[in-house]
T-cell receptor, first 113, second 113 residues
Framework: DTGVSQDPRHKITKRGQNVTFRCDPI?????LYWYRQTLGQGPEFLTY????????KSRLLSDRFSAERPKGSFSTLEIQRTEQGDSAMYLC???????????FGPGTRLTVT | DQQVKQNSPSLSVQEGRISILNCDYT??????FLWYKKYPAEGPTFLIS?????DKNEDGRFTVFLNKSAKHLSLHIVPSQPGDSAVYFC????????????FGQGTTLQVKP
């Protein structure tokens, strides 16, 4: 197994543009999580899926953010009308539902200019 | 509010000595704790975990201690190696397993040869 992968690794966009990130979890994992990390901070929870169902969303996830996991496999995180404050590392993780341990991908670094 | 706190932003130790990283939490509902290690440009890597029903868990050079009454956990690395130089995050999960991990701000460990 190759672990959790994320694409792209880096994204530079202008304020007001939309961006979409993709995450491919470890194949047998039924849970998939999105976190955001800013400089000097730990990852902050955004949302998670169990199979196709989105079970929890953080209040950090404004209306401009949407996440999907259409077939219970890969997931996408879209940010509409990006703002400079959206600049961060977006991390994806996966796990089996019965275990607490989550395994992270390398992240997508977003820079909004 | 910061429910998981790592009050030491950085720690420097000599190779071969013990590294002790500390973490405090405020939420008594947390029932499972994890440590992650993060190298630059990579996602966090799971290191070791402990359930709230235990007070110690050991895995090779890594030992995690949990003091529930003090709401404190620590990670001991013995002996420390230069390759251990990284940012270490503690994280907590609340009952029931909601999937959400709450991370501390991280401690940067430097192990000097």
């Amino acid at each position: 197994d190759t672990g959790v992968s994320q694409d792209p690794r880096h994204k530079i966009t202008k304020r007001g543009q939309n961006v979409t990130f993709r995450c491919d979890p470890i194949s047998e994992h039924n849970r998939l999580y999105w976190y955001r990390q800013t400089l000097g901070q730990g990852p902050e929870f955004l949302t998670y899926f169990q199979n196709e169902a989105q079970l929890e969303k953080s209040r950090l996830l404004s209306d401009r953010f949407s996440a999907e996991r259409p077939k219970g496999s890969f997931s996408t995180l879209e940010i509409q009308r990006t703002e400079q404050g959206d600049s961060a590392m977006y991390l994806c993780a996966s796990s089996l539902a019965e275990y607490y341990e989550q395994y992270f991908g390398p992240g997508t670094r977003l820079t909004v200019t | 509010d910061q429910q998981v706190k790592q009050n030491s932003p950085s720690l420097s130790v000599q190779e071969g000595r013990i590294s002790i990283l500390n973490c405090d939490y405020t939420n008594s509902m947390f029932d499972y704790f994890l440590w992650y290690k993060k190298y630059p440009a990579e996602g966090p890597t799971f290191l070791i975990s402990i359930s709230s029903i235990k007070d110690k868990n050991e895995d090779g050079r890594f030992t995690v201690f949990l003091n529930k009454s003090a709401k404190h956990l620590s990670l001991h690395i013995v002996p420390s190696q230069p390759g251990d130089s990284a940012v270490y995050f503690c994280a907590a999960s609340a009952l029931p397993n909601t999937g959400k991990l709450i991370f501390g701000q991280g401690t940067t460990l430097q192990v000097k040869p």
